[in-house]
């Protein structure tokens, strides 16, 4: 057996330790950066105990008006995996994604989400002319099982990006999705740090089974409000509306980056008086100045919906107090109690 000079067995046993410490570090702090406040805390969920992922997007931004600092570029760069809802919805990852070392996971979760729905996405005309039916599920949704293929998209319009994704990009809000979306950032995660599998999966489990209690005693709570009608700001509640059988009767604008004429805002009062609408709600995202006129002389009542729980801490049960809160929110409305 060939004799091995001492230095290079130190150097080897060096180098061996290093990889170790670096093994190790990296396992103690996975870097996870999440976009949004409500898949942040589903991820938060399944990584309690293990580290605590980064929100991207904090306070009341938005993903249709968010602008990069250089600080977000930054961390992003040094991130193991980055969880995004879609590239039609958060348009402002595009360049700095582009950038990202090739080690970087990316997860999209309406690209390659098993189990998860999506609905088509409405244009002004299609959804207030039928939103005077029944509401339930729309006949053109479906659900897809690994991915579907990619979707083209300008980076300049928001509006324009999202109306080529043929889909709703808000798809959090059935908790049906967002269990789907567990159950695979679970997976994403444990094979990204396998020293930490056992937690993980142990935590995805915990959280599917909170997203069934919690879907089961919101389909109760919000049953007696399925023929109450009301208008939202901007049409970004459609899965949660579908899947509790709310009856929405349109909304202020289309894309809520562009606020809406005086001619649509006479229409919408019409519409309002015509369908007997109970409640028009505002977004924390957006100036409220335009429900005010809205509701101006008139017995409607006023309320806020905010589909990402701007105002709710980051933490792992945001998802959960995010869907408490809508529900909350159209019952003190909807109901006159607020």
């Known amino acids: 057996m060939a004799h091995v000079p001492g230095w290079i067995a130190r150097r080897a046993v060096i180098a ?3 990889l ?3 093994q190790s570090a990296a396992h103690a702090n996975p870097d996870v950066i999440v976009t949004i406040k409500p898949l942040h805390g589903l991820t938060t969920a399944i990584m309690e105990g293990v580290a605590i992922p980064h929100l991207l997007m904090d306070g009341g931004a938005s993903p249709h008006t968010y602008a990069m600092k250089p600080s977000d570029v930054r961390r992003l760069n040094k991130a193991q995996v980055i969880v995004r809802v879609s590239k039609q919805l958060e348009v402002f990852l595009e360049k700095p994604l582009s950038l990202v070392s090739k080690a970087t996971r ?3 979760v309406d690209e390659g989400t098993p189990g998860l729905t999506l609905l088509p996405l409405r244009d002004g005309d299609d959804f207030e002319a039928h939103a005077h039916d029944s509401p339930g599920t729309p006949k053109h949704s479906h659900t897809h099982g690994h991915s579907h293929g990619p979707h083209r998209h300008e980076p300049h319009a928001h509006a324009h990006a999202e109306a080529e994704a043929a889909h709703d990009t808000h798809l959090w809000l059935d908790p ?8 695979h950032l679970t997976d994403v995660l444990a094979e ?3 020293a930490d599998a056992a937690t993980l999966r142990k935590n995805g489990e915990r959280t599917v089974k909170r997203l069934d209690s919690l879907d089961t005693t919101l389909a109760a709570e919000l049953a007696q409000l399925a023929d109450r009608r009301f208008l939202v700001f901007h049409d970004a509640y459609q899965y949660f509306e ?4 709310l009856a ?5 604008t289309i894309n809520p980056e562009v606020p809406p004429s005086a001619r649509r805002l006479s229409e919408i009062r019409s519409r309002i008086a ?3 609408v109970a409640c028009v709600f505002a977004e924390p995202q957006f100036a409220p100045r335009i429900i005010d006129a809205i509701v101006e002389n008139t017995e409607i009542r006023q309320g806020t919906l905010d589909p990402l729980g701007a105002s709710i801490a980051a933490g792992p049960a945001h998802y959960i107090s995010l869907m408490e809160g809508l529900a909350r929110d159209l019952k003190a409305c909807l109901g006159g109690t607020g």
């Open 16 to 18: 061996a330790a290093l």
């Open 20 to 22: 170790a410490l670096a």
């Open 106 to 108: 990316i997860v999209t």
């Open 176 to 183: 049906r999705n967002a269990k789907a979306i567990v159950r």
């Open 192 to 194: 990204a740090f396998p």
């Open 242 to 245: 579908r899947r509790y059988r």
């Open 248 to 252: 929405v009767a349109g909304s202020v």
């Open 274 to 276: 015509k369908l007997g």
